[in-house]
């Protein structure tokens, strides 16, 4: 036979045991001892009751259910489909024609109008060298050309009517061909003296000054062009293979708050041995807002699963055994442990544990534990 263990209300032991104790002792000294033999009692009698409740609800689920309070929750779905992770990044806008410009020919600065971020349009002209020696020698060369020009046109005139020799003819006209030549090489110098702009661009740093003067291949600005822009980024090292040329990219410009989706243009073959990355290349639309030197924010595709499961991740706990999230049947809340797959922004893919039809617990899931009674409400 069953031992059983009746207990009076806690509030009724305490009152019997005062009034018992209430002629034996005498003074403040006595009633605190009193008081803590008590306390005492109090503490043995609740962990007494807790153990039992502990092992009544393990054989009897009813009295498990009837000894909790209900927590009011509110609930979310599990969902079955799509469900894509990208590698997000950020790169650099950039410029093929990213250019320094450098003297051709030697001699003091004349000028330089163009200033640091100065917009610059094809042929405009940034600086000017002194060629007051090269515009010396054109005027000479061309005074010797218009000589023999007159000389050769004689002569040509002679020879068309069979006077003269052949010979004189030919040196009238080489001489005069060659000077033309050496004019031209004199002009194409004294243009070098013009420094000026190869494409639509922006003078991004000015190194030269007024009166300085420069060599032939001596910097004197770095030119970059408004056309032809493109993204670099570094891509960890554990995406080789992933990313292919072609691939979709999404493509965000938090200076302006603009989107656009563009592809990968070409994938590095090096890793950089500092920072065990690759660099890919995104290719850019001719674009208003968009400058050299911007940051873009890149979203990469790396993985799809047109049929998974997947349930929001802050709803996702774990313990020694794993990771679980709370499912409601019948205003119960039952502990499902899962195995999760990969998460993107505040989505987690379920490999295992969940078919995708479940109601979660959303709010009031860290209040919840196996078995416990809710009540759903809707916020």
Not at 241 to 255: L, Q
């Amino acid at each position: 036979m069953k031992p059983t263990l009746k207990f009076l209300p806690l509030s009724l032991i305490v009152l019997f045991a005062y009034s018992c104790s209430s002629g034996t002792g005498e003074g403040l000294d006595a009633k605190k001892a009193e008081l803590e033999k008590l306390k005492a009692q109090s503490t043995e009698l609740a962990e007494s009751i807790q153990v039992l409740e502990t092992e009544i609800a393990a054989l009897d689920p009813e009295f498990a259910k009837l000894g909790q309070k209900t927590i009011l929750i509110t609930t979310a779905n599990a969902r079955k489909g799509n469900f894509e992770h990208f590698v997000e990044v950020t790169g650099s806008v950039l410029s093929k024609k990213n250019v320094s410009i450098s003297a051709e020919a030697s001699g003091l600065v004349l000028e330089v109008p163009a200033v640091e971020g100065m917009r610059a349009k094809k042929g405009q002209v940034l600086a000017r060298i002194n060629a007051e020696s090269i515009q010396r020698n054109i005027d000479e060369l061309q005074n010797s050309l218009d000589l023999a020009t007159t000389l050769f046109e004689k002569q040509e005139r002679l020879w068309k009517q069979q006077i003269g020799t052949e010979v004189q003819y030919l040196e009238a006209k080489n001489r005069k061909e060659g000077l033309d030549r050496s004019l031209k090489t004199l002009k194409t110098q004294l243009d070098k003296g013009v420094i000026r702009a190869p494409f639509d661009g922006t003078v991004e740093t000015v190194q030269v000054r007024t009166g300085e003067l420069v060599q032939p291949g001596m910097a004197m600005f770095q030119f970059v062009g408004e056309s032809d822009l493109f993204i670099e980024a570094d891509i960890s090292e554990s995406y080789v293979g992933v990313m292919s040329k072609g691939d979709s990219v999404e493509v965000s410009f938090p200076s302006f708050n603009q989107d656009l989706k563009t592809k990968i243009s070409a994938i590095g073959s090096i890793i950089n041995p500092n920072n065990r990355t690759f660099k890919v290349e995104i290719i850019l639309p001719r674009m208003a807002n968009l400058k050299p030197n911007m940051i873009a924010v890149l979203r990469i595709k790396d993985y799809e699963n047109t049929d998974g499961v997947v349930v929001p991740s802050h709803l996702i706990l774990s313990d020694n055994k794993g990771d679980y999230l709370f499912v409601v049947a019948d205003n119960v809340a039952k502990k499902m442990y899962v195995k999760r797959g990969k998460t993107f922004g505040d989505e987690s893919e379920i490999l295992e544990g969940l078919a995708g039809t479940e109601v979660l617990v959303d709010k009031g899931f860290r209040e919840v534990g196996d078995n416990f009674n809710v009540n759903i409400t809707q916020l």
